[in-house]
């Protein structure tokens, strides 16, 4: 007879498996009841008060009569959890001393538990090579985000920094481990996948060109050098050249330098890819291109005006991190293709957007504000999100 073992997710899609059922979001349709379970879980082993629990649920009190729906909840949840077990009377959530637990007694695999596990042991680990073993299945666990779909609840978006952490430091230490063997393919396979979950990691990148450079491709080094380059300033306005400074000079240092002629130079510095899309720059640049327009506008026929657009909530407070980046990716695509080839974008900052318009006059500036405006309006996700956009002429 098969053991009575549960096995529970709480990275990437929340799920509870045992050898009778699966409970998981999709079975429940309930947000909070996802929430009150795996709060449980995570704090397995203690009892959490009612003003805790409801604490946790609705932050910010935004419902009447807490104490009611928390017992309607429980009950839901109770319901619900039956499906692991139908055919027994098991108690998943106790209630002892006005508090409510998770049945410890129950044998559980927790993902979460056996991750922070596998990073002690690996840590106080002396042997590189078991270390590393530790380190890989440890990896490997990380399916995902800790409950990515609830990171709006201040707990969640805690535990989710957290985990996000122990795992970036544990492939930094797979990292180093492979560079020191010199297996360097596997070290590209490991920054590649490692890459599927937090592309904005530099790190990840650096060791990726050193793993180049290891095999002896500068060629290919150099171009990931620039296609990564290109990432970050586009995504996310910043310019990580500085950061990746040594390793761009060793590759330049790997690749044979032949001298070019006029047209070479003028292929290599004529636009590529998107011609048709509107140009995007980092900051520096953008702002040189300020300077060159305030000192041609004299001379020009032309207007040149500055824009800076911002995401704010309706109520003016900043976006959950989320879900601005979801409507900063979809303001970037705008601006990409709504604004003429002529024109010059950059991100200011976290929510906003800088433009600089080129024009006949004011109400040129206008029309195009307001067109962006409204295409905005009608692609944006998330409909408590608004678009500023102010104006202002270049002298």
Same mark, same amino acid.
């Given at each position: 007879m098969q053991e009575f073992r549960l096995s529970i997710r709480l990275f990437g899609e929340f799920m509870i498996q045992s050898p009778c059922g699966e409970f998981h979001p999709g079975t429940n349709n309930s947000s909070q009841i996802t929430l009150l379970v795996s709060y449980l879980i995570t704090n397995k082993g203690a009892e959490v008060s009612k003003a805790k629990l409801s604490e946790a649920l609705w932050p910010e009190g935004q419902i009447k009569n807490q104490t009611a729906a928390l017992r309607n909840l429980i009950y839901r949840a109770r319901k619900d959890l039956k499906i692991l077990s139908p055919s027994e009377e098991t108690e998943y959530i106790g209630y002892v001393n006005d508090s409510y637990y998770w049945n410890k007694d129950i044998p559980c695999t927790t993902d979460i538990f056996e991750f922070e596990q596998l990073y002690q042991q690996a840590r106080s680990e002396k042997d590189p090579d078991q270390a590393y073993v530790l380190?890989?299945?440890?990896?490997?666990?990380?399916?995902?985000? !800790?409950?990515?779909?609830?990171? =709006?609840?201040?707990?969640?978006?805690?535990?989710?920094?957290?985990?996000?952490?122990l795992f970036i430091d544990c492939?930094?230490?797979?990292?180093?481990?492979?560079?020191?063997?010199?297996?360097?393919?596997? *070290?590209?396979?490991l920054c590649d996948r490692s890459c599927l979950m937090y592309q904005e990691e530099d790190r990840f990148h650096r060791y990726k060109l050193m793993a180049y450079l290891g095999l002896d491709t500068p060629t290919t080094a150099l171009e990931y050098y620039h296609q990564?380059?290109? !990432?970050?300033?586009?995504? !996310?306005?910043?310019?990580?050249?500085?950061?990746?400074?040594?390793?761009?000079?060793?590759? *330049?240092?790997?690749?044979? =330098?032949?001298?070019?002629?006029?047209?070479?130079?003028?292929?290599? *510095?004529?636009?590529?890819?998107?011609?048709?899309?509107?140009?995007?720059?980092? +900051?520096?640049? +953008?702002?040189? +291109?300020?300077?060159?327009?305030?000192? =041609?506008?004299?001379? =020009?026929?032309?207007?040149h005006y500055l824009l800076l657009l911002s995401l704010l909530e309706a109520s003016g407070n900043q976006p959950d991190s989320a879900v601005l980046k979801d409507e900063m990716a979809i303001l970037f695509e705008l601006l990409s293709t709504t604004l003429r080839r002529n024109d010059i974008y950059t991100r200011t900052s976290n929510s906003q957007y800088s433009v600089i318009l080129t024009v006949p006059n004011e109400y040129g500036?206008?029309?195009?504000?307001?067109?962006?405006?409204?295409?905005?309006?009608?692609?944006?996700h998330h409909?408590?999100?608004?678009?500023?956009i102010a104006r202002k002429l270049i002298e």
């Open positions: 380190y890989s299945r440890m990896h490997q666990l990380y399916q995902g985000e !800790f409950l990515p779909t609830l990171t =709006s609840v201040e707990w969640v978006l805690f535990q989710n920094a957290y985990y996000r952490n492939t930094l230490r797979m990292c180093d481990y492979l560079m020191v063997k010199k297996d360097y393919s596997a *070290l590209i396979t990564t380059v290109n !990432f970050f300033t586009q995504k !996310f306005g910043v310019d990580i050249s500085d950061s990746l400074q040594d390793v761009y000079h060793e590759i *330049l240092s790997r690749i044979p =330098s032949n001298p070019v002629n006029l047209e070479e130079l003028e292929e290599d *510095l004529s636009e590529s890819g998107k011609t048709n899309q509107t140009f995007y720059c980092n +900051f520096d640049i +953008f702002r040189n +291109f300020y300077q060159l327009n305030r000192r =041609s506008v004299r001379r =020009s026929h032309s207007k500036s206008e029309i195009a504000a307001n067109r962006i405006q409204e295409r905005y309006d009608q692609r944006k409909p408590k999100i608004r678009l500023t």
